[in-house]
Each structure stands twice: as structure tokens, then as C-alpha cells.
């Protein structure tokens, strides 16, 4: 049996009862319900129809994101949560390259690397080097005057640690920022990259080895090992090629908001809802949803 979910964007909810029904009966669903009217219900099926990628490309259309999962084991017990441009709306080292004046030759890289058109480690050293001579205290300056937390964020660790999950950050950014994101968000724990300083400037240099693609993926098998559980017992969420590998294999991997290229090669793929969609997927009803 599956678990059939149609979410919209919170903040202008578009999804509508008959929606849902025409759905539901087309497909021989049952038990159909509400977890927050107007902007995600669910409701489950004996099997999945054929054409299921044909509705989702029509749902989109409206604002409706589509997601189809196991019915059983589908309430995670760890989530792994990428950190620029997942739990925060921006990428760190796009904002700090904005600072030096060098945004745009910064942000083509960012962009081509979070597609998977250039090699994350060479990609990030290249970035870092063209910081070289910073202020270190443009780093404080990016996350009081540039940083935002996108929304839901800090109900889905709030609401997934309450009901005794273990929430880890791991991010292919820096620890300057991550240590502040995951503190203010109550995360258990996290993991980023070093930038190196010397005299009160950035060097220009990161420290090795890179934390990258396969990094994310280790994070993931070692705390899901130390905690007892499998990786089927994982959440992991992001939006960039370096996120795929542990994507593929958390048992329930959200590309939110992803890049085209990373969205589809995932199975759950969120475009209009925010991170509370990541609970309606586990079968949390909003008034479980904590703050």
C-alpha cells in the first residue's frame, strides 16, 4: 500500500477538496484526509496508476506538489538536512563573494557546481580562492544582514526531535555559518567545511579534506549506525548534485526546491511546498506541528 500526498505552498494555499477527490476516486483510493486544510491532505492506494509522473507534471501546473511513499515506515527517525539553499534561502558563499564585490563570477560557479557541471571539491577551492583577503568579520555581517531561514524549517526539527528523532545538519558550506543555523534552528548536531584564516583574513584556502558529496554520505551511514536504525529510518532533504548521494540513500529523500537536474533523478520532489511539506509527508497533522 501506498500513502498518497498532494501539498501546496502554505503562505497561498491552492489545493482544493475536489482536487483531491477527483484524484482519490480515479486511482481507487481510500481514507482520504485533511493534515492541513488547503495545503496538504493524503489519502492511500493499493497500487500506484501508471501515469502518475503524467498528474504530477499536471498538478505542478497549479501549484500542487504530488508524492507517492511506502505506507509503511514512512515516519522517519533521523532527518539529514542540507543547509544553503535548504534550510537557509541563500547560498553563504555567494553572500560573501557579494561582499568582495565578485557576487556574479562567484554565483555563475555556485550555481554550475549545485548542477552537477563541475566538481564540487575543485569548484568550492576555486570560490574560496577568490576570497583570499576578506575580513573575517564579513562572515558575522553576511549572517545578521543576509541570512534567512526558509520557512518551516524550524517547525520540522522542532516537531521531528519532540516526537524522538535525531536531527543532523551536514552542509558542503562553512562552519562559521552552519554552527549558528543549526543552533538556531535546534539541530543535534552538525558538519561543514573549514574556511582558513590568518591574521584576521580568510587565506583564500579551505581546510581539507573537503567535505562534499561523499561526506553528506558518511554523515548519514555513520549517525544512522551509532543510533541503531537503517538508513530506510532516514529523512534526508536538499537541492544540490552534491545532496544526491545521500537523496538516494535515505529511505525518504526530498529534493526541495532542487536544481532540474538533481529534482529528477528523486522520487519526492517538493517545488511549492516549505520544509513543514516534509512533515505532511510523514503523516503529521499541522496542529503536531510544534514551534
Known amino acids: 500500500m501506498h500513502i498518497v500526498t498532494l501539498l501546496t505552498n502554505p503562505a497561498h494555499p491552492t489545493l482544493e477538496t475536489a482536487t483531491i477527490e477527483a484524484l482519490c476516486n480515479a486511482w481507487g483510493g481510500a481514507d482520504m484526509r485533511w493534515l492541513a486544510h488547503g495545503i496538504a491532505a493524503e489519502f492511500a492506494v493499493d497500487t500506484l496508476p501508471g501515469n502518475f ?24 527517525k533521523m532527518l539529514i538536512a542540507d543547509m544553503d539553499s535548504t534550510m537557509i534561502g541563500q547560498e553563504c558563499i555567494d553572500e560573501l563573494a557579494d561582499e568582495a564585490g565578485i557576487g556574479p563570477r562567484v554565483a555563475d560557479i555556485t ?7 563541475l566538481d564540487f571539491e575543485g569548484a568550492l577551492r576555486e570560490r574560496v580562492g577568490l576570497l583570499a583577503g576578506l575580513d573575517v568579520g564579513v562572515v558575522d555581517k553576511v549572517l545578521a544582514e543576509r541570512i534567512t531561514y526558509t520557512p518551516g ?26 554552527a549558528k543555523v543549526a543552533a538556531d534552528l535546534g539541530f543535534d548536531d552538525h558538519q561543514a567545511n573549514t574556511l582558513l584564516v590568518e591574521d584576521g583574513k580568510l587565506t583564500g584556502k579551505v581546510a581539507e579534506p573537503i567535505l562534499g558529496r561523499e561526506a553528506k554520505i558518511e554523515a548519514l551511514t555513520r549517525i ?31 529534493a526541495l526546491h532542487a536544481k ?21 509527508l510523514q503523516g503529521y497533522m499541522q496542529d503536531a506541528l510544534r514551534v
Open 224 to 254: 544512522s549506525t551509532d543510533l541503531g536504525i537503517t538508513p530506510d529510518q532516514v529523512m534526508a532533504v536538499g537541492d544540490g548534485a552534491n545532496d544526491l548521494g545521500m537523496l538516494g540513500l535515505a529511505g525518504a529523500g526530498v
Open 260 to 280: 532540474p537536474t538533481v529534482a529528477m533523478q528523486c522520487d519526492i520532489r517538493i517545488n511549492h511546498g516549505d520544509l513543514t511539506a516534509l512533515l505532511y
Open 111 to 117: 550555481a554550475r557546481a549545485m548542477n552537477g557541471e
Open 53 to 76: 509522473w503524467d498528474i504530477w507534471s499536471e498538478l505542478q501546473g497549479i501549484g500542487v506538489d504530488l508524492v507517492a511513499q511506502p505506507a509503511e515506515g514512512r515516519r522517519k
Open 153 to 178: 524549517g524550524a517547525a520540522l526539527v522542532a516537531t521531528m526531535k519532540a516526537n524522538g528523532a535525531h536531527c543532523v545538519l551536514v552542509s558542503g558550506g562553512f562552519t562559521n555559518f552552519a
